[in-house]
């Protein structure tokens, strides 16, 4: 009898290591924010400045984020495509009016991973 319960105690508690450790590693929201009903939270605002400095690197452009305007999410495989209409400003420019952007960016968040797919101005 005493086996068996040593066994079942190891079992659970090997169990609820792996559980811990599956949500400490998997930092993402069940609904995939922690904020959905925010504009501007925390995670957009990390996905926004993620797209930017993509866009820089293609473009050779010196865009600084200013804010999200809009956003909406969608899941995709095992990740999600992030859509952000973001307001951007070209630092190259000394009178940089405020530009529009569309930008998508496909994110697996418990992978660490994100892509930008594609952006264009809208202004």
């Known amino acids: 009898m005493r086996p068996n319960c040593l066994f079942l105690a190891l079992f659970l508690f090997a169990f609820l290591l792996a559980v811990g450790a599956v949500s400490i590693h998997h930092s993402c929201h069940p609904s995939g924010d922690p904020q959905p009903d925010k504009i501007n939270n925390p995670v957009m605002k990390d996905i926004a400045e993620f797209a930017i400095s993509e ?69």
Do not use: A
């Open 55 to 123: 866009i820089n690197k293609q473009s050779q452009k010196k865009l600084v984020f200013q804010k999200v305007v809009s956003r909406r999410h969608r899941k995709h495989l095992e990740g999600r495509i992030c859509r952000l209409f973001i307001e951007v400003r070209d630092e190259s420019l000394p009178t940089s009016p405020i530009m529009n952007y569309k930008v998508y960016v496909y994110e697996i968040c418990w992978k660490n991973f994100r892509k930008l797919k594609f952006f264009y101005q809208i202004n």
